[in-house]
């Protein structure tokens, strides 16, 4: 085998390797990315779901306090008991 042939071997085998380290690169700063941006969006919506679910849940008890209440007073006078449920239900409906 010549020099010519050895070298021309060489540089086939480093091109080879620097393709596959490329590829191998590419794969892993994908993966990583992905990771990342799934994370990012899993922050940003549980926070946003939560803003939401407290603006919803203060925007219904602020229209419907006065039902919410009424229909619990038996609760506090000791008018029913927790299993009662159709009494509170008549309660509720006393109310309207």
């Given at each position: 085998m010549d020099f010519q042939t050895w070298v021309n071997l060489t540089l086939q085998a480093i091109?080879?390797?620097?393709?596959l380290s490329g590829v191998i690169g590419y794969l892993a700063i994908r993966n990583k990315a992905k990771k990342q941006a799934s994370k990012i969006a899993t922050e940003?919506?549980?926070k946003i779901a939560k803003?939401?679910?407290e603006k919803v849940t203060n925007e219904y008890?602020?229209?419907n306090l006065f039902?919410?209440?009424g229909c619990y007073k038996?609760?506090?006078l000791g008018e029913n008991d927790y299993f009662n449920a159709k009494k509170l239900e008549e309660n509720k409906n006393?109310?309207?």
């Open positions: 091109t080879i390797a620097l393709a940003i919506s549980t803003e939401t679910a008890i602020q229209k039902e919410i209440l038996s609760f506090s006393e109310i309207k």
